[in-house]
DNA sequence: TCTGGGGTCCTAGGACCC
DNA sequence: TCTGGGGTCCTAGGACCC
């Protein structure tokens, strides 16, 4: 049976959720920013519709902000996370294959799904009422032969409300149409880079693109090329993966508020983003093999060297003991620091994940085996964590109010994940 | 003064082996 | 001037995505 591959894309997600709760500002400027409230990552049409280009750095837009009386948000993560959540299961009811994309976007195999195949555009219809009705966040969706056919319908959608949120590009003809209009840059895995040079060899529509030889274009290019020209045509190069894919790092970093050239502070940004990063390991069942700490400097100062270092350590076994991990990452900032430089960025990288059942221990290992001590230790931390409370944390991560951490002064209430921030009707 | 964070995959080139 | 060939593994860096 032909594919059609269904996507649902959230429409300026963030900005979207935090709308949701807001009704008062269903028709003004919203942006949201990312952390440190540093730069915009999310913006509302009528924000876009004022020029603001998304990444533009706060202090640059200052002036429209109080000019347009644009609403401000820090970024509120457990509240989008949430969100994205229930618009997943609530997409499932419609299409049980769901492959979530990201947080705000998923494909779904709508060609076993006889009502979907049989009129996609009235089933796109259906589904998005639904999710806009029961989450309040609107979505786009587009359908096609290709995962990268139905990215550009979605591309195509989102920027003709003409089409009511929903394309159907089955149709051949349709394609080459959508193939002659659309910006190449709107190409799902063409970024900059790649646009540049194939600007220079004379390809500057999606449709030039798809008229290229895709074997010689994988010889220039590689094999991500070639497959991006055979799904333009029609020719899907993606299996549909119903499991979730296996996790393989997990980065935890931030832009310190301040720059610092004290170890104490950058110590403390150090336990805290392994704290962090080894909950998530615990969260999906893994364990690191290696841990690496990367620190430097601020990209745009101009009066000194930029220095960035990095350094990794394997523990023996692997593990997802924060302990552990702490004292690893604290070896490896005290061997690579160095006085002077005013670090800003700071980051802890855990790979070679493996599943927890199938850890090995090396010959030589020193471990001593505490009798699973260290894993309740970490099952009541979690669990305290997960309450919703200040929760528990390592004297080394530093306190609540360290200045190392990231400032978040516009950030909305956790409206469906903290109790205390439940909205009250009076 | 103030410019995010978290991921994946591919490729080229070096080291090393036979 | 000539100065193997082929294979594997690892790493750094590039490119993309959201």
């Known amino acids: 049976m032909a594919r059609l591959f269904g996507l649902a894309d959230c429409n300026n997600f963030f900005v979207s959720c935090e709308k949701a709760f807001r009704p008062d500002l269903a028709r003004r400027p919203v942006v949201v920013l990312s952390n440190n409230d540093g730069c915009v990552v999310s913006r509302s049409a ?6 603001i280009p998304m990444g533009a750095p706060r202090f640059q837009i200052e002036d429209q902000i109080r000019r ?6 820090s970024s509120n993560f457990s509240l989008y996370g949430d969100m994205s959540g229930r618009i997943m299961r609530t997409l499932r009811m419609f299409a049980p ?14 060609w076993e799904v006889p009502a979907i195949r049989a009129d996609p555009v009235c089933a796109g219809r259906q589904i998005r009422d639904y999710i806009l009705k029961t989450t309040g966040i609107p979505v786009s969706i587009g359908f096609a032969p290709s995962r990268t056919l139905s990215k550009l319908a979605n591309y195509y959608v989102k920027k003709h409300p003409e089409t009511g949120g929903v394309m159907d590009l089955s149709d051949p003809d349709l394609q080459r149409r959508l193939l002659a209009v659309c910006p190449l840059e709107d190409v799902w895995g063409i970024g900059s880079r790649l646009l540049e040079k194939l600007r220079l060899m004379g390809i500057s529509t999606p449709w030039e693109l798809a008229a290229s030889d895709p074997d010689a274009m994988r010889r220039r290019f590689g ?3 070639q497959r991006t020209i055979l799904e333009l ?22 832009t310190m508020s301040e720059p610092s050239d004290m170890l104490r502070t950058v ?6 983003h392994t704290a962090s990063a080894a909950a998530i390991l615990r969260q999906d069942g893994l364990a690191a093999g290696v841990i690496t700490v990367f620190i430097r400097t601020g990209f745009y100062r101009e009066d ?3 220095h960035s270092a990095s350094l990794s350590a394997r523990p023996d076994p692997a593990t997802s003991d924060t302990r552990v991990l702490m004292h690893l990452a604290l070896d490896l900032l005290r061997t690579m620091w160095r006085q002077g430089p005013q670090y800003s960025k700071v980051g802890v990288m855990l790979t070679e994940l493996t599943g927890l059942g199938g850890i090995q221990q090396s010959l030589f290992s020193t471990h001593q085996d505490d009798d699973g001590k260290g894993k309740r230790l970490m099952e009541v931390m979690d669990r305290i964590n997960a309450s919703g409370g200040p929760g528990v944390f390592f004297l080394g991560q530093g306190t609540p109010a360290s200045t190392w951490k990231s400032s978040r002064k ?3 209430p956790c409206y469906t994940t903290c109790w205390d921030d439940v909205i009250r009707v009076h």
């Open 97 to 110: 294959s769901v492959e979530q994309y990201s947080i705000d976007e998923a494909f779904f195999n709508a």
């Open 46 to 51: 009528e924000v876009k519709a004022l020029g």
């Open 304 to 306: 000194q060297l930029f």
């Open 233 to 254: 045509n029609g020719v899907s190069c993606f299996e549909f993966e119903d499991s979730p894919a296996v996790r393989k790092s997990v980065v935890h970093s931030s």
């Open 223 to 225: 094999i991500n090329m």
């Open 68 to 73: 347009h009386g644009i609403a401000v948000f």
């Open 410 to 412: 516009f950030r909305s």
């Open 267 to 272: 110590s403390e940004a150090v336990c805290s």
